[in-house]
Nanobody, 124 residues
Framework: QVSLVESGGGSVQAGGSLRLSCEVSGDSVSKYNLGWFRQTPGKEREFVAAFSFNGHTTYYSDSARGRFTISRDDAKNSVDLQMNTLKPEDATVYYC?????????????????WGRGTRVIVAS
């Protein structure tokens, strides 16, 4: 079990950028698949991006691919999400999560540990 704390959310104009960070404590990030999800009230949690435990593979949703980049900093024991060309529909709460390797990284129900989220606001 690990603890995750997100930061970096805020308000930005459409077309702008934000960088979210997720600090992980309790174990090494290299032992987990790490994912970013987002959720709007009344809707299911939506996959955004994930980084495999061995560092070999990154995964993106169709809406994130080409605009967002997930990266891991082993020295800081963290995972970041660089978000560029933000759109109003990207505005919501973003969560990071940790998953034991060997599971489908796209499925939120397969992540055991979650942060509390950070809010992103995109003004049109």
């Amino acid at each position: 079990q690990v603890s995750l704390v997100e930061s970096g959310g805020g308000s930005v104009q459409a077309g702008g950028s934000l960088r979210l960070s997720c600090e992980v404590s309790g174990d090494s990030v290299s032992k987990y698949n790490l994912g970013w999800f987002r959720q709007t009230p009344g809707k299911e949690r939506e996959f955004v991006a994930a980084f495999s435990f061995n560092g070999h593979t990154t995964y993106y949703s169709d809406s994130a691919r080409g605009r967002f980049t997930i990266s891991r900093d082993d020295a800081k024991n963290s995972v970041d999400l660089q978000m560029n060309t933000l759109k109003p529909e990207d505005a919501t709460v973003y969560y990071c999560a940790a998953q034991i390797p060997g599971q489908d990284p796209f499925q939120s129900r397969l992540y055991a540990d979650w942060g509390r989220g950070t809010r992103v606001i995109v003004a049109s």
